[in-house]
């Protein structure tokens, strides 16, 4: 029987949660796909192939078991496959919204390959755990028994929540330091709301402090509290801080009034949706109200800040990238997300220069695809003589962040960087070239996804668990 109910892909077809018509969504920050109803997602997952070899769960960063919980679901065993799912993933909630499955797991799929269209993977893992807190399947951390051990996390990012997650399940005291008001790092204030609803990282939160992490908010590392004092208090410190230091324009005229930062920008927009006090926003700097924007970069920051503006009423928007739609690194779904709903896409195009003392137009330099760099990427290349003015009134720069100077900021000579300022740290553990300090997610890896910061928070506490038990050992001999 319960073979009858998988291999239906060459019957049943692909088919995607109800997506708002774009006239909808574009007056609300509210997210844009439906759930899944209980016979749709059962259909959805009978379509996996149940592969020898599966490729989508190779290509996941966490190795989620998806054809075993796919094939729960089909069978209906929903909580049964939200404890599979659960095994792995701290966050599967967030991870079925937000990871670039079209990159990942479902742009892996094998039958996908075979031209029978992907199985809705991330939609399904959605369903899942939303189903899931719904039905009261979701329990506070209970561990088994407590231990005196103590660790530091720096950082109330994806990584340092994930590790967090797992400490605290084995017994340990975790204490999380974030400089904002809010814990939930880029999930908070950097991810808009149509694609993460924010109800649904705080009840994670929520769900975290109730088993027993506790978290230190408005607290900066540094100014507030020394990092040396954390490391003799604790036994362990882990780091999580993410990369926030924006790449800055180059160009005549590029710190002009009206330029601003992506994360400042989705930070406000943020923050408004949480009903705060926001003075840059207000006053008009950093909402798209009435203007002309364009949007300067090709990730996912950068979709986030077009498809917000169109949200907040901009008269229109324009994104440039400097290269092809071909090789721009953001996800292709959020791209054609953002043409529905309105944005419009320069492509082979680079900011030269800006006019106005508040900016008024970008002089836009036209660009062609040259022989690859050394990561194999087409290098874009100017076209001589090819360049025009694009009306803007408010310019955002999405191109990327690189890690703050941490051993400076900290006063920590010891804590090894890499030529790109992230902290060295051993792959797969976390360790860095300081006893008991570890660190994890993007101020390792440098600007990354979620999936990937979760990976390394999860492996991170395990060789935390190990350094700890090997300590205790050694003691009692």
């Excluded at 694609?195 to 590392?221: A, H, S, T």
Aim: proline share 4%.
């Amino acid at each position: 029987m319960a073979d009858q109910q998988m291999l239906k892909f060459v019957t049943v077809e692909r088919d995607m949660p109800e997506k708002r018509a774009a006239e909808d969504r574009k007056a609300d920050f509210g997210e844009i796909y439906a759930e899944y109803a209980d016979e749709k997602a059962k259909e959805q997952s009978a379509r996996c192939s149940q592969c020898g070899v599966p490729y989508c769960q190779n290509h996941c960063p966490l190795h989620n078991n998806i054809p075993d919980w796919l094939r729960l679901t089909a069978e209906g065993r929903l909580q049964e496959a939200y404890e599979l799912s659960q095994a792995t993933n701290t966050f599967p909630e967030i991870c079925g919204r937000i990871c670039p499955q079209d990159r990942l797991c479902e742009g892996n799929c094998v039958i996908e390959q075979s031209g029978h269209g992907t199985v809705t993977i991330g939609s399904v893992e959605k369903y899942i755990t939303d189903t899931a807190w719904e039905k009261g399947w979701v329990k506070a951390i209970a561990p088994a028994t407590e231990r005196s051990e103590s660790v530091a996390i720096i950082g109330a990012g994806p990584g340092g929540l994930a590790a967090a997650d797992v400490l605290r399940q084995a017994g340990l005291q975790v204490t999380v330091y974030d400089r904002y008001d809010r814990a939930g790092g880029l999930l908070t204030y950097g991810i808009p709301g149509f694609k993460l609803e924010k109800d649904v990282v705080m009840r994670r939160i929520e769900q975290l402090e109730q088993g027993g992490v506790r978290f230190k908010m408005n607290c900066d590392v540094g100014p507030d509290v020394a990092f040396e004092d954390l490391r003799s208090k604790y036994d362990a410190v882990l780091i999580g801080t993410g990369v926030y230091k924006s790449r800055e324009l180059p160009g005549p005229g590029a710190g002009a009034a009206g330029i601003v930062r992506a994360i400042d920008y989705l930070t406000a927009s943020n923050r408004k949706s949480f009903g705060d006090d926001v003075p840059e926003f207000d006053s008009g700097e950093l909402d798209a109200k009435g203007k002309r924007v364009v949007v300067i970069g090709g990730g996912d920051t950068a979709m986030d800040c077009v498809r917000t503006a169109v949200r907040q009423g901009a008269t229109s928007v324009k994104c440039l990238y400097r290269r092809d739609r071909a090789n721009m690194p953001g996800s292709q779904r959020e791209v054609a997300n953002a043409e529905e709903e309105g944005v419009e896409f320069v492509w082979l195009s680079a900011p030269k220069a800006f006019h106005g003392d508040a900016v008024t137009s970008v002089k836009v330099q036209q660009m062609r695809l040259g022989p690859p760099d050394a990561t194999g990427r087409q290098s874009p290349e100017e076209i001589d003589g090819a360049d025009f003015d694009e009306p803007a009134d408010l310019v955002i720069k999405a191109l990327g962040f690189e890690a703050e100077d941490l051993p400076k900021l900290w006063g920590q000579a010891e804590l090894e960087v890499t030529r790109w300022g992230t902290i060295r740290a051993e792959y797969g553990t976390g360790r860095t070239t300081m006893k008991g300090v570890y660190a994890v997610g993007d101020i390792v890896r440098g600007a990354s996804l979620v999936v990937w910061a979760i990976r390394d928070g999860r492996d991170a506490a395990k060789a935390i668990l190990d350094d700890l038990s090997a300590t205790q050992a050694v003691a009692a001999e």
